[in-house]
């Protein structure tokens, strides 16, 4: 990375820089208004996964945009904010009832301790709420969110497309984290930026910084499922293998290794099948291939906020953006 001043190891709000620490603050209590429901067993599964944590990284990315870009209207920015956040928790409700995941931060899963029945319909609700408060804004920002959510669907179609398949490429893993993750990012940077009032040039700009900030996001995470450890990542390791997913890791090793291709088209593959697999992954040299190409993101995201004039939350955005990488350093 360019900077040399130091930084934590993980992307929270908190690391992203203090100057964002009372709209983030915002965030938050605006997310606990909205979780509430005249049904309790919404609000308490709602509460359930919003409250567990999550590093927030979309609402802070939004704010410092918004920020770096000159906004002051603090509503605008935190309602999008948390539309953001309420969008991304309801994908995480429905990833866990297809994986059929049991944890999620460390905890039993929604899944798990609701139920499918209710967690889908939780998940819904999430969904209407962020549209709720996306009814406030012009029919600009309204079409990017629903653009987001539309990418995002079709990104998990097409992962299952590919799930436990081996003839999977870099190009179909590239097209399914720019629909489920990156169209995310892209969207709440352009949208921070365009409630800024910033030119069509910087919200452009923004857009193409928060596309690369997604994609180096999904990438490093990928790296982690196969590097990290349960106690970090707050989720089994490895989950990426056992649920079939073409993690970036996956994708690149399968290319020289017909055993590790036979062990992902398991349908249920054993954990010795899971052990097998990642200690392949790992001998197999394409870990540092996945640094490189999470950090060709990152250099991508900076370049596009060569734009934005210096100050201090440019300077925190990019400190947000590099510490992306910095949790495989």
């Known amino acids: 990375m360019n900077s ?19 709209e983030l603050a915002q965030v938050e209590r605006r997310l ?22 999550g590093k927030r990284v979309r ?19 935190v309602d999008a904010a948390v539309a953001l956040e309420l969008i991304h928790s309801a994908t995480l409700l429905h990833d866990d009832i297809i994986d059929g995941s049991e944890v999620r931060r460390g905890n039993d899963s929604a899944l798990r301790k609701y139920g499918l029945g209710d967690t889908l319909v939780t998940g819904d609700f999430l969904f209407c709420r962020a549209f709720q408060l996306c009814a406030r804004f012009e029919e600009q920002v309204i079409g990017w969110a629903a653009e987001a959510c539309v990418s995002l669907t079709e990104g998990e179609i097409l992962q299952a497309r590919f799930r436990h398949n081996p003839a999977v490429t870099l190009d179909d893993y590239m097209e399914i984290i720019t629909r489920k993750t990156a169209s995310l990012f892209q969207q709440g940077a352009r949208t921070g930026a365009h409630l800024a009032r910033a030119d069509a040039a910087i919200v452009e700009s923004m857009r ?8 180096a996001f999904q990438m490093v995470d990928d790296l982690l499922d196969v590097t990290g450890t349960e106690e970090r990542l707050g ?8 649920d079939g997913n073409p993690s970036l890791p996956v994708v690149l ?13 398991k349908p249920e593959p054993s954990a010795a099948d899971v052990s097998a697999a ?6 197999s040299g394409v870990l540092d291939q996945v640094r490189a190409l999470a950090c060709q993101h990152v250099e991508q995201a900076r370049t596009a906020m060569t734009a934005l004039p210096p100050s201090g939350y440019k300077d925190d955005l990019l400190d947000l953006i590099d510490q992306l990488v910095e949790r495989v350093s």
């Open 59 to 77: 609402p802070a990315v939004a704010v410092l945009v918004f920020r770096a870009c000159g906004g002051d209207d603090l509503s605008e920015i």
């Open 235 to 242: 989720k089994p390791v490895a989950i990426d293998l056992r």
């Open 253 to 265: 090793a399968m290319r020289d290794d017909l055993e590790l291709r036979r062990l992902f088209e």
């Open 278 to 283: 990642v200690t392949r992954i790992q001998r």
């Open 208 to 215: 193409r910084c928060g596309f690369s900030v997604g994609l």
């Open 4 to 22: 040399a001043r130091p930084r934590s190891a993980r992307p929270t709000p908190g690391a992203a820089g203090m100057r964002v620490g009372a």
């Open 32 to 53: 606990s208004e909205l979780l509430t429901s005249r049904e309790p067993r919404l609000a308490e599964i709602a509460k359930y996964l919003v409250a567990s944590g």
